[in-house]
């Protein structure tokens, strides 16, 4: 006959298993699956602060297809030992949302998609949660700013507005650092006017486009370092 310890360790082990409740020390509970003894599989774990988190656990860690929502956003997408870690979606609070690979909890891809809720779009390299490297901003006005972004800011690059305009150069905290250089967009076929103008010495541009682009610049800055 087994003795009573090794009924009562028997007991416990299948009462680990199957689903069920657990209270944690940080006043977090769990809703789900155990896999002897170990919160495992499928589950639900929600905080005080009414952060909760949905999908796959291992070991008792976020672990695989997931659902995390907090004052934050929410994230759709894949963990690794409760860190966001390869494809998945991030909304934020105001509307917008980012759309790639993550590492380490972190926006990291060199495709990365920035979808924001007034209808710009931002394309490019994202590296440690910030924007880095090459990347575009497409504004739902038509203006488009394509360069090197450092730190989720601009840093060098070309702002083509919607009439045409051009402005090309560096950036310092977001804005202008030195004096920028206008460009005109030439269509593929220039009429000899234009054609004229493009052999010409480079000129300011009018009075109305220079108070025109200030004004448009700052949109350039999405703020989305996490």
């Given at each position: 006959?087994?003795?009573?310890?090794?009924?009562?360790?028997?007991?416990?082990?299948?009462?680990?298993?199957?689903?069920?409740?657990?209270?944690?020390?940080?006043?977090?509970?769990?809703?789900?699956?155990?896999?002897?003894?170990?919160?495992?599989?499928?589950?639900?774990?929600?905080?005080?602060?009414?952060?909760?988190?949905?999908?796959?656990?291992?070991?008792?860690?976020?672990?695989?297809?997931?659902?995390?929502?907090?004052?934050?956003?929410?994230?759709?997408?894949?963990?690794?030992?409760?860190?966001?870690?390869?494809?998945?979606?991030?909304?934020?609070?105001?509307?917008?949302?980012?759309?790639?690979?993550?590492?380490?909890?972190?926006?990291?891809?060199?495709?990365?998609?920035?979808?924001?809720?007034?209808?710009?779009?931002?394309?490019?390299?994202?590296?440690?949660?910030?924007r880095n490297g090459p990347g575009k901003m497409i504004y739902s006005n038509g203006d488009v700013f394509d360069g090197e972004w450092a730190e989720d800011l601009p840093?060098?690059?070309?702002?083509?507005?919607?009439?045409?305009?051009?402005?090309?150069?560096?950036?310092?905290?977001?804005?202008?650092?030195?004096?920028?250089?206008?460009?005109?967009?030439?269509?593929?076929?220039?009429?000899?006017p234009e054609a004229a103008a493009a052999a010409a010495p480079e000129e300011e541009p009018a009075?109305?486009?220079?108070?025109?682009?200030?004004?448009?610049?700052?949109?350039?800055?999405?703020?989305?370092?996490?």
């Open positions: 006959a087994a003795s009573p310890l090794a009924v009562s360790s028997e007991r416990r082990r299948h009462r680990a298993a199957g689903h069920g409740k657990f209270f944690l020390g940080d006043g977090s509970v769990y809703t789900g699956s155990f896999v002897n003894g170990e919160i495992e599989g499928h589950g639900q774990r929600t905080w005080p602060d009414g952060s909760m988190y949905t999908g796959e656990f291992k070991f008792g860690e976020m672990d695989g297809e997931g659902e995390y929502e907090s004052a934050s956003g929410k994230y759709l997408g894949t963990y690794r030992q409760n860190a966001r870690e390869g494809p998945g979606i991030f909304y934020y609070p105001n509307g917008d949302r980012y759309e790639g690979l993550f590492s380490q909890h972190r926006q990291h891809d060199p495709n990365g998609t920035l979808h924001c809720a007034n209808g710009d779009v931002g394309e490019g390299s994202w590296q440690g949660g910030c840093a060098q690059g070309t702002v083509t507005f919607s009439s045409g305009m051009k402005w090309s150069g560096a950036w310092e905290d977001g804005k202008f650092g030195a004096r920028p250089r206008y460009l005109q967009r030439f269509t593929d076929a220039p009429t000899a009075a109305a486009e220079r108070s025109a682009a200030p004004g448009a610049l700052p949109r350039i800055q999405p703020a989305r370092c996490a």
